[in-house]
């Protein structure tokens, strides 16, 4: 299996930062969901700033190191508290790493990033906007797998999973985010059938394996991604 993912994420265009910041979050399940909401934030927006695909990358980091805020399946999707904490903590981390980062000086930068993250459940404002769509879609794109694992393990019945797939696909603003969402939303709906076929242990260790995502046999350079 591993042969189908080998290199499908490589991307000339992440930065040194970029790629210390992927190394950080080795073996996280949802580290190929932040690779493709990157991407999909490029997609939709070409001058993204440098801060909104840093954010891309990150937004969701908490989440790989223990404390954080916990959800359980009686609380809804749209939850305040819970995505607020979330998105608190994620920034929190987040903002902690650039500053333990010594190539990283530009306050701006920072503030700009932490910014981003506190949003990106939300929206508001343009980057911001972009930033909760490409989330959104690669939800429905990267971690479909996710929701079909809940519905084999009965942590969420199929009209909960459901209710999380269309939630990810109406809270996006940006217009052709959502164009690009619909068959991305009947797939990953369609694939809620086929829990039988999820191994959720595999595609976690699949997800969280930047190596194999990436395609690199060594470890990234400073310069860039080594193939």
Do not use: N
């Not at 809804?76 to 995505?83: A, E, S, T, V």
């Not at 981390?93 to 910014?115: C, G, K, P, W, Y």
């Not at 809270?171 to 009947?186: F, N, Q, T």
């Amino acid at each position: 299996m591993d042969a189908e993912w080998f290199g499908r994420y490589a991307d000339p265009s992440l930065t040194p930062l970029e790629l210390h910041a992927i190394q950080w979050l080795e073996g996280f399940y949802e580290l190929e969901h932040l690779l493709v909401t990157r991407r999909w934030a490029r997609c939709l927006r070409a001058d993204a700033s440098p801060a909104l695909l840093f954010a891309a990358l990150v937004h969701d980091a908490e989440r790989h190191f223990p404390g954080g805020p916990s959800s359980t399946p009686s609380v809804p999707f749209d939850d305040p508290d819970y995505l607020f904490a979330h998105s608190l903590r994620s920034a929190d981390v987040v903002e902690e790493f650039l500053r333990s980062e010594a190539r990283v000086s530009d306050e701006a930068f920072i503030r700009q990033v932490r910014a981003l993250v506190l949003r990106h459940e939300i929206g508001g404002g343009t980057e911001a906007d972009v930033l909760q769509a490409a989330d959104s879609l690669s939800f429905l794109e990267a971690l479909s797998w996710l929701a079909a694992e809940w519905v084999r393990s009965g942590r969420y019945s199929k009209e909960r999973s459901v209710e999380k797939l269309r939630w990810s696909l109406e809270r996006i603003r940006v217009p052709e985010a959502l164009v690009a969402g619909l068959p991305l939303y009947d797939h990953a709906v369609r694939e809620l059938d086929t829990t039988s076929a999820v191994d959720g242990a595999e595609r976690r260790r699949i997800a969280g394996d930047f190596r194999l995502l990436l395609g690199l046999t060594g470890e990234p350079s400073e310069c860039g991604v080594t193939p």
